[in-house]
């Protein structure tokens, strides 16, 4: 009689640590593809980083402010002085660029492809984008 239990009670914790690692190896793997597409996303994206009280910065939101630039280009803002993960974002931005990471400095821009560093270039950018349409 005790074997008839046992065997049976074995098989089952047998199979209920298998579901239990099948299901943690699907989960992580879903976390890897999420996170795959949303760095892929990112790259193709325009992203513009500014920090709050940037000289700067205030040039280029006054410019896009005035001609309503955000509704015209479709591009992401982010701020790197008081958010860590815009300001590492920023920094890899800055190295698939070449550019040295001690002395980065707001307002960049990254077009998905290339950099641009300060208020006249990123204002002609936009110029350039607009013109294009």
């Not at 077009?111 to 110029?127: H, Q, V």
């Amino acid at each position: 009689m005790k074997n008839k239990i046992i065997i049976p009670t074995i098989l089952f914790v047998i199979v209920l640590f298998f579901s239990i690692f099948v299901l943690l190896q699907e989960k992580n793997k879903n976390k890897i593809i999420e996170t795959t597409l949303t760095e892929n996303q990112s790259t193709n994206q325009i992203i513009l980083f500014y920090g709050d009280g940037c000289p700067h910065c205030a040039i280029v939101e006054e410019y896009l402010n005035q001609n309503n630039i955000e509704t015209k280009v479709p591009f992401i803002k982010k701020e790197v002085y008081y958010n860590k993960q815009n300001a590492n974002d920023l920094v890899e931005k800055a190295k698939l660029c070449g550019l040295s990471t001690n002395s980065i400095g707001v307002p960049f821009l990254w077009d998905g492809k290339k950099c641009l560093i300060g208020d006249r270039d990123i204002i002609e950018f936009f110029k350039s984008k607009i013109n294009n349409q």
